[in-house]
């Protein structure tokens, strides 16, 4: 395996661990939002024909943002270590581009949330399962976030 594929996967470890950490803290405010925090009934809205609750959504949101500041700071201080990418990380700009990067990949978790909600007719009561379809909309918004910050944060470095 040559240096720069060994230096990929070993980045890609440590985004995976600043990942979960963010995803820690993202489930169990999301969690917390969504069976404690927000009212059972905060009513619902269509689109594009599928039912989403306004709590599961503002649920999703609150964790989203607790998530998004911890993997932000732990990717600039332990993920893309090189100074460029430390450069480049850092900044007004290079944060609304993590930002945006981010905010797709919050539509992502909304939607497989949504709809896994849907099909699986998750209620209020329904913590674990509720935790169980995050952990998986969690898992594809990860994919993106790490192929969309390396792209357009890092310049592909």
Not at 10 to 33: I, N, P, Q
Not at 127 to 147: D, G, K, P, R
Request: hydrophobic share 50%; aromatic share 10%.
């Amino acid at each position: 395996m040559n240096d720069k594929r060994k230096k990929l996967i070993k980045e890609l470890l440590r985004y995976m661990v600043a990942g979960g950490s963010a995803f820690a803290c993202d489930l169990l405010t999301k969690t917390l939002f969504h069976s404690l925090i927000l009212p059972a009934d905060m009513g619902s809205f269509s689109v594009l024909g599928f039912v989403n609750e306004v709590r599961v959504t503002l649920a999703t949101a609150a964790g989203f943002i607790v998530g998004l500041i911890v993997n932000y700071l732990v990717s600039i201080f332990f993920v893309f270590t090189s100074e460029s990418q430390k450069e480049k990380g850092k900044g007004v700009k290079a944060f609304l581009i993590y930002l945006a990067v981010s905010v797709v990949g919050l539509l992502i978790n909304i939607g497989v949330t949504q709809l896994g909600c849907n099909i699986m007719s998750i209620s209020k009561d329904d913590t674990i399962m509720f935790m169980l379809i995050s952990c998986a909309a969690a898992a594809v918004a990860l994919i993106w976030n790490y192929i969309g910050r390396k792209i357009f944060v890092y310049k592909g470095e």
